[in-house]
């Protein structure tokens, strides 16, 4: 493979990425220091990492407010890493038995 810019031969080099167990096929000048990556072994170390990313899970519980109607805190974290404040409007739906989903309403 010759390099786009200075047209001298490019060199193939296995890369490890951080959280990929894949190794990513780079392709680099010796000359002026271009280099790419192969698109089908980068895509694979792209999915290897976010098949290893993990949703936010904290464990909540239910109270009662008054009534029959129930409430549930959100942590202050997440609540500042989504940027909610008190009386906002949100979109809950039910896909399912074991689910509840809470979608932000920002204008």
Do not use: W
């Not at 047209?7 to 790419?36: H, L, R, W």
């Amino acid at each position: 493979m010759k390099c786009p810019k200075c047209n001298s031969s490019m060199k193939e080099v296995k890369v490890k990425i951080q959280d990929a167990d894949s190794p990513v096929t780079s392709y680099q000048c010796g000359e002026c220091g271009y280099f790419d990556f192969e698109e089908k072994s980068m895509n694979r170390a792209i999915g290897e990492i976010k098949a290893k990313e993990a949703p936010l899970k904290i464990k909540q519980k239910i109270i009662k407010l008054s009534h029959d109607r129930l409430g549930m805190y959100i942590n202050r974290d997440v609540a500042r890493s989504l940027n909610l404040k008190g009386g906002e409007d949100v979109y809950v739906s039910v896909p399912d038995k074991n689910r509840l989903i809470v979608n932000l309403v920002h204008s």
